[in-house]
């Protein structure tokens, strides 16, 4: 089993910063790609930022410019620095990473969700 554990989120101030991570444990042989989704209440979940193992990156319109994704490998840990928050950035944040388990099958494993919280 695989488990992905976040961290980072809370309340800030328009204009402020956060930093979310998360770790991916496990049985885990390799990790593919690692991103980062939001969810408000009554919409579907959405993208914001994804990184490949090799480092490429792909943004959100809304984010970009504000968001960067990076990530450990040796650590299985992926990050989301968050700076110039806005309102509309409110959202439970999730990770999930598309992992090589102990079972030589690719799955996509998701985090629990961290509360992020910008007010005006």
């Known amino acids: 089993q695989v488990q992905l554990v976040e961290s980072g989120g809370g309340l800030v101030q328009a204009g402020g910063s956060l930093r979310l991570s998360c770790a991916a444990s496990?049985?885990?042989?390799?990790?593919?790609?690692m991103g980062w989704y939001r969810q408000t209440p009554g919409k579907q979940r959405e993208l914001v930022a994804v990184?490949?193992?090799?480092?490429?990156?792909n943004y959100q319109d809304s984010v970009k410019g504000r968001f960067t994704i990076s990530r450990d490998n040796p650590k299985n840990t992926v990050y989301l620095q968050m700076n110039s928050l806005k309102p509309e950035d409110t959202a439970v944040y999730y990770c999930?990473?598309?992992?090589?388990?102990?079972?030589?099958?690719?799955?996509?494993?998701w985090g629990q969700g961290t509360q992020v919280t910008v007010s005006s």
């Open positions: 999930d990473a598309y992992v090589l388990g102990g079972d030589y099958r690719y799955q996509t494993y």
């Open positions: 496990g049985r885990i042989l390799s990790i593919n790609s």
């Open positions: 990184i490949t193992s090799g480092g490429s990156t």
